[in-house]
Nanobody, 121 residues
Framework: QVRLVESGGGLVQPGGSLRLSCAASGSIFSIYAMRWYRRVPGKEFELVATVTSDHRTDYADSAKGRFTISRDNAKNTVHLQMNSLKPEDTAVYYC???????????????WGQGTQVTVSS
């Protein structure tokens, strides 16, 4: 099985910064895209950022210019550096990874359990 574990969430004041991390482990032959999502209760999941295996990135408009997604392919980790945080960034943040568990198989997307980010005074 594949497991993703997020860390780095917490309480931060508006304008502050947090760095989220996510490590993938288990049966992994290759990881393609990795992503960060967030969800506020009662609302849809929002795709925040994507990074491909060759380090191409894409961001939601709400995150562009403030957030940076990065990955370390050797360590099977993905990070989300969040600066200039706003109260509307408050959400549970989830990482995902498109994982090819074995050679020759089509990748499946796996999700972590999420980490809470609260931006408040």
């Amino acid at each position: 099985q594949v497991r993703l574990v997020e860390s780095g969430g917490g309480l931060v004041q508006p304008g502050g910064s947090l760095r989220l991390s996510c490590a993938a482990s288990g049966s992994i032959f290759s990881i393609y895209a990795m992503r960060w999502y967030r969800r506020v209760p009662g609302k849809e999941f929002e795709l925040v950022a994507t990074v491909t295996s060759d380090h191409r990135t894409d961001y939601a408009d709400s995150a562009k210019g403030r957030f940076t997604i990065s990955r370390d392919n050797a360590k099977n980790t993905v990070h989300l550096q969040m600066n200039s945080l706003k109260p509307e960034d408050t959400a549970v943040y989830y990482c995902s990874a498109e994982v090819q568990a074995h050679r020759g198989l089509v990748p499946d997307e796996f999700w972590g359990q999420g980490t809470q980010v609260t931006v408040s005074s």
